[in-house]
């Protein structure tokens, strides 16, 4: 696209914005230029919480199916727009309601906590919600011989029962991003980088974790590299985020680790990826793709995120 083009398509879709009483909600794992056009660009419980606060007509969502279905639940009148509707997440996708039901069945009285990275079927199950920054303090939030199940991601579920010790049973699923960073590079990068300091999200594989220097949700990492003194970092999650390190930090260093498959060269969100400023200024003009949610699952669904959002107040989150 030429610059001109990229400068008329971003003029537009502001002026539409302002029209239509729309509002731009970005993830971290965007484009750096589609970030930079959100009235708003966060992680996963940040969004949520804007999305659960804004007075918009119409909230378009750079980022995710689940986190696109969240502020749909969350806002019912309000019309959610997702520029691409096969932008999903093979870890949502790793948790069928079928299945789930039955593994609630087999794991009688325990409470159920599930990510937001689940369709709304799956938060319809489920008693609380939680993101990657307020997990380990949903968990603690209740009385300590209260077993637990957890689902989907099984990386997140161990980091949670390193973190607190509870009894949880976690379903088996996993990102597909995230699963597959290199321990052989993060080691290679940190010889040559001996004052880097390793930061990963906790959906990476134990391996990962051990050698981390601090473990975070999107904006947990973001916070770290703020407040942190070293000027090198080397970053296991999808490299969207480090657009906000760089505008953040601008003398710092930060380096992604690539997958396990050396070939491919990058670990991107194919799913994130999939909005681009072309799709963002389409779905704002015809306002399309909408999501759409059965009213009973909005229903059923809204109450474990309600909850989700008290305890993260109450929490100071
Ligand atoms: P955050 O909770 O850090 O936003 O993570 C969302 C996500 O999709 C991680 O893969
Ligand atoms: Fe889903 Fe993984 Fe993409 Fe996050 S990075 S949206 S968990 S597929």
């Known amino acids: 696209m030429t610059e001109n083009k990229s400068k008329d398509l971003v003029s537009e879709i502001l002026r539409m914005k302002g029209e239509k009483n729309a509002v731009i909600l970005a993830h971290y794992y965007q484009e750096g230029n589609i970030q930079d ?9 940040a969004l949520a919480q804007k999305a659960a606060d804004t007075d918009a007509d119409i909230i378009l969502f750079a980022g995710v199916r689940f986190m696109a279905e969240t502020a749909k639940i969350l806002s019912p009148s309000k019309k959610v727009l997702l520029p691409d509707r096969n932008a999903g997440c093979s870890l949502a996708d790793s948790c069928k309601a079928k299945d789930f039901r ?7 009285g325990r409470t159920v906590i599930t990510y937001v990275n689940t369709t709304a079927e799956i938060k319809a199950l489920s008693d609380i919600s939680c993101t990657s920054s307020n997990a380990v ?14 689902a989907p991601d099984r990386n997140l579920g161990n980091h949670i029962i390193n973190m607190t010790g509870r009894d949880i049973v976690v379903w088996n699923g996993t990102c597909h991003v995230h699963e597959e960073f290199s321990l052989e590079a ?3 990068m940190k010889e040559e980088n001996k004052n880097a300091k390793v930061i990963v ?6 391996p990962v974790r051990m050698i981390a220097d601090f473990i975070g949700s999107t904006a947990a990492l973001l916070n770290f590299t703020k407040k942190d003194n070293s000027n090198c970092y080397i970053i296991a999650t999808e490299p969207g985020i480090i657009h906000q390190m760089k505008k953040t930090n601008p003398g710092k260093i930060f380096l992604p680790v690539p997958p396990k498959d050396s070939t491919c060269g990058c670990s991107e969100c194919n799913f994130m990826k999939l909005i681009t400023m072309e799709k963002i200024y389409r779905c704002l003009k015809t306002e399309k793709p909408e999501i759409h949610v059965n009213s009973k699952i ?14 993260s107040q109450k929490q100071g989150l």
């Not at 708003?40 to 419980?45: A, E, K, N, R």
């Not at 303090?137 to 957890?150: A, D, H, Q, R, T």
């Not at 999200?201 to 134990?206: G, K």
């Not at 909005?298 to 959002?309: E, G």
Request: hydrophobic share 45%; charged share 30%; glycine share 4%.
């Open 137 to 150: 303090e949903i968990v603690n939030s209740l009385p300590p011989g209260e077993k637990i199940i957890f």
């Open 201 to 206: 999200h906790p959906e990476c594989e134990l």
């Open 37 to 45: 056009i959100a009235d708003f660009v966060g992680d996963s419980l």
């Open 186 to 188: 993060i080691i290679k």
């Open 102 to 108: 039955k593994f609630i069945k087999d794991n009688p």
């Open 298 to 311: 909005i229903d059923d669904a809204r109450k474990p995120i309600i909850r989700m959002l008290e305890i």
